[in-house]
């Protein structure tokens, strides 16, 4: 086969890796991404999402055994043979959030479970509280629309807590609550709590791997501070960051627990004005998917 003049020819390292014309987008924290804009990064490089098995439907996400949904699932009779159509490594979950109990979910060795918190939970009252004592900004305030909470497998929980014993073991360690934002590629939120495929989503990457990669398959973006995982104590500043796919009518971000040392280092972690850096995965581990709006 032919190689195009696009496979022999190098390209500019500044440019969309794309279409290789416009100049890679660059965020206000000064990140810079690997295309153009969101047109790009949805037909760059990376895997596209996969489609529905059931026939006629276009529908991304295959979370349901091959299938986007649990009623498509049923007219593909998939339920009943979990091993014939593998899908993403997420489950949606339903558990006992009320304001007597609550259960906590209990994930697989190899899943990520996501679980829709309904508005009349304490969880979600608690949230929306906090989300709102932080949300600082002179552009309005922001109304959280759904909430999903995530949980990890043992053995990403079992890092975590490694982590945080070898930072108590040298000294005090306290947890900070921050917020991640970034390019939601899938429309996240209206088709229930699964993660999308794509390569180039951010939201759905970095809550599939617990940060061990971004959009992209990179393992850290890089700032003003270097490469690290960034994340803002304000959700406000961090909705800088956020874009999303025209089809949702959400705006998503993530909430974050972050780790850090009695003693900053700039080698393992930062913290400059509103913005948090860490520089391992293990020091930031996404809670919640929040779906929201901006109100004027």
């Known amino acids: 086969m032919m190689a195009t003049i696009l496979d022999t020819v190098p390209r500019n390292a500044t440019m969309c890796e794309a279409c290789g014309i416009k100049p890679k987008y660059v965020d206000p924290s000064g990140t810079q991404h690997s295309y153009c804009g969101r047109s790009c990064a949805r037909t760059g490089v990376g895997k596209a999402a996969p489609e529905c098995l059931l026939r006629g439907c276009s529908n991304t996400g295959t979370a349901f055994n091959g299938f986007c949904s649990v009623d498509h699932a049923k007219k593909g009779n998939a339920l009943s043979s979990p091993s014939a159509h593998p899908g993403p490594k997420t489950q949606p979950q339903t558990h006992n959030h009320t304001d007597t109990g609550r259960t906590k979910p209990k994930a697989p060795s190899d899943v990520v479970h996501l679980s829709e918190i309904p508005s009349s939970a304490t969880v979600w009252r608690e949230f929306v509280r906090e989300w709102n004592s932080k949300?600082?900004?002179?552009?309005?305030?922001?109304?959280?629309?759904?909430l999903y909470e995530i949980s990890y497998s043992t053995?990403?929980?079992?890092?975590?807590?490694?982590?945080?014993?070898?930072?108590?073991?040298?000294?005090?360690?306290?947890?900070?609550?921050?917020?991640?934002?970034?390019?939601?590629?899938?429309?996240?939120?209206?088709?229930?709590?699964?993660?999308?495929?794509?390569?180039?989503?951010?939201?759905?990457?970095?809550?599939?791997?617990?940060?061990?990669?971004?959009?992209?398959?990179?393992?850290?973006?890089?700032?003003?501070?270097?490469?690290?995982?960034?994340?803002?104590?304000?959700p406000a500043s961090a909705d800088r960051f956020a874009t999303s796919c025209l089809s949702s009518p959400y705006r998503v971000m993530i909430a974050c627990d972050v780790v850090l040392p009695q003693h900053l280092d700039k080698s393992n972690s930062v913290v400059a004005g509103d913005r948090v850096v860490v520089r391992v995965s293990d020091a930031i581990i996404p809670r919640f998917i929040v779906m929201y709006t901006k109100q004027s």
């Open 135 to 146: 949300w600082l900004s002179l552009e309005g305030s922001a109304l959280v629309e759904k």
């Open 155 to 234: 053995s990403i929980s079992d890092a975590q807590d490694k982590y945080l014993q070898g930072l108590q073991a040298t000294g005090q360690a306290h947890t900070l609550r921050t917020f991640h934002a970034s390019q939601c590629i899938c429309d996240m939120g209206t088709k229930g709590p699964t993660l999308c495929k794509w390569n180039s989503c951010g939201i759905c990457n970095v809550v599939g791997s617990a940060f061990r990669s971004v959009a992209f398959g990179v393992q850290s973006n890089i700032g003003r501070q270097g490469k690290g995982l960034y994340s803002s104590r304000n």
